[in-house]
């Protein structure tokens, strides 16, 4: 495994940029390995014979300092996150984008009904790339095609996933919109969660504050952004 290096980065970085991160599974016993992941994973088998790897959930207990994520992937995505879980340095990350992590203070979005689409959000002025409308770190994230994996497993994991984080981030999760049709989490997922990509693969995230702002869209809304 080769560590990505940046030479002119932070004179001062934490712990987890000076080593490679353990790529580690539900047999990983020891815990320094398993960093720097809050709990050592939780795995499920494939059940389909081309997919090699495993589906886990892992853990951080918070976030850049702020609350945790749990994410259910492959131990091969996940690894590839850990370069990007702490940054203890926001400033050297804006002067890298050359924009400031700060929200436009203006409201340049509403709700609409999408004919045959639901509901999405929809850009009410022109907006400038690189923008930043809305702001949060997720709190769950989870691969968006869990068929390789037995659907009760990957239910099972779900479960955990959520159960890892603090009581107060539980709490937001479960008063979140639902439309009470199947598995509790499952259904919360659908109704509020966003597309995101990880490592190039498709994946689920859940931005509880965001979810709400919008006003607790329909489950599969499009994010339509138009000038």
Known sequence: MQCNHNPVGPLNPGAHQKHCAAHV????????????????????DPVDSDEPSKLCTFTVSSLRG????????????????TRILQQPDISWLETSRGVPFIPDPRVLYEVR??????????????????????????????????????????????????????????????????????????????????????????HSAIYPEIAVRIGKLQPLCDILLTS
């Open 66 to 81: 702020g609350p945790g994520l749990s994410i259910i992937t492959t131990p091969s995505i996940a690894a590839g996150m």
């Open 113 to 202: 009904q999408i004919h045959n689409k639901g509901y999405g959000v929809v850009a009410t002025a022109a907006i400038p790339k690189d923008s930043i409308v809305m702001l949060e770190l997720p709190v769950l994230m989870k691969i968006s095609d869990p068929s390789p994996w037995s659907q009760k497993g990957a239910l099972a994991l779900m479960q955990q996933a959520a159960k890892r984080l603090s009581g107060k981030e539980q709490s937001r999760l479960l008063q979140m919109a639902r439309q009470d049709k199947g598995y509790i989490m499952d259904d919360i997922f659908r109704t509020n969660s966003f597309g995101v990509t990880v490592e190039g693969v498709g």
């Open 25 to 44: 599974d539900d047999e990983t016993k020891e815990a320094t390995l398993r960093s720097p992941w809050s709990y050592t994973p939780i795995c499920v």
